[in-house]
């Protein structure tokens, strides 16, 4: 079978220094929007155990193919104790036992032995040399499961996707995500008032996969708005039910979903970051937090118990960083069009799209365990990103194991002189660079070392 499954299955001096904005650009505040609630428990066996995606591999096929897990990080029951956190087990419309991906694909990740839910996996494989076992589906995958009727029709649906949209999803490096490429392919193929699938693209489709770094699910309870440009307004059930697109049905099964967001966002909001987890300098902290409040908190917004969080969107003009995400996917208006006249736009939970010319300020809660940083994964460390001079064009780092740097926070990373390969980050490459964000280089050493002891504290 080809490698286009994997992509789908595995699926962001002391002196305060003030933000100068391009006359006439200027940050806009987003404003809130009512959210759902529900029961945080419901919620996360939902995501775990759920049919959200209801087509996938027979259960059989799976075992042959990845075996039994090695690890059951969710303590799961009966047929989900055996396979892998980022699959469930649930029923097909036939009755068929398939494993389908779950949200935890793309919103967990292991780090130091611990599964972090929450944590954008920033160590997946979506280009075309994935290391997962594909040899088994390669040469019976496809014969198999037209061998066994019942088993062909639970998997057809997954299957038809996988052939229209699979070999335009891959990303030329390891450890950043297509999730938005995925999200435009998926649309263009479904029907806006119906759901129903499409054979052929209702509009064309831009080429470029541009790559993202999965932002953590817990930023999400202090946000307006959803995605790095927040152009996700409105419900964000009707966002976070993005994956039922691969399979859905019709809008019976998205209504059925929908009922579900309630307590799935409860679970969402209830998540907290990780403590930093060794002894902070609490006398730098402090003089970090005073630098912080007059250099970052501006966008950024402040933390303890009277801390604020500004919902500010940034012109491009301002943040300088690579602009190919928002000026492709972001932008593409066939997209926000689909959106905005969609079953999602429309009964008591609606969303839509608003476009914006530059990306949104996120909060910095945990941030010390979300490397790599920026919108596309670019800068490997906290450190580079207050100090651009520090910033690698071409760096590789271990992802098979955690090997992270406490003090710099971020990746343990190796410079190299050159790109090529997909464990190389090459920042020459289209929506791939570490421009802009210079407003730490304003800062001194000093300053910076203590800004980044005070980001241990969030």
Known sequence: MKKWFFILVLLAGSLAFSIAFHPGEKPVTVPPSPQRTGDAKDGLKYIITGDYVNSGLPLSLYRLAFGKAANNFLERDSLNADVRYDFNVVKAPNGENIVVPNCLQCHAQSFNGQLIIGLGNSTGDFTKDQK???????????????????????????INVGLAIGDKLFTDVRGVNPADRLAILLIAHRDSTTLKWQDEPAFD????VIPTDVPAWWMLRKKNAMFYNGFGRGDFGRFLMGSTLLTVSDTLHANRVDQRMDDVLSYIFSIQPPAYPYPIDSSLAG????????????????????????????P????????????????????????????????????????????????LDGVWITAPYFHNGSVPTIEAVLNSELRPEYWTRNFDKTEYDYDKLGWKYQKLSNGGGKNIYDTHLPGYSNIGHYFGDHLSDCDRKAVIEYLKTL
């Open 316 to 363: 491009e003009s301002t943040i300088g960083t690579d602009s190919m995400l928002n000026r492709s996917n972001y932008q593409y208006s066939d997209l926000v069009s689909w959106f905005n006249q969609s079953w999602f736009s429309k009964g008591a939970h609606p969303a839509k799209l608003v476009p914006f010319n530059g990306y949104i300020a996120p909060p």
């Open 205 to 208: 489709i831009p080429e470029e």
């Open 132 to 158: 997962l076992n594909s040899k088994v589906f390669e040469r019976i995958g496809l014969t198999y499961l037209k061998l066994h009727k019942k088993k062909y029709e639970a998997a057809k649906e997954f």
């Open 287 to 314: 003089k970090g937090r005073i630098v912080f409040n007059g250099t970052c908190s501006q966008c950024h917004g402040t933390y303890g118990e009277n801390g604020s969080y500004p919902n500010l969107l940034i």
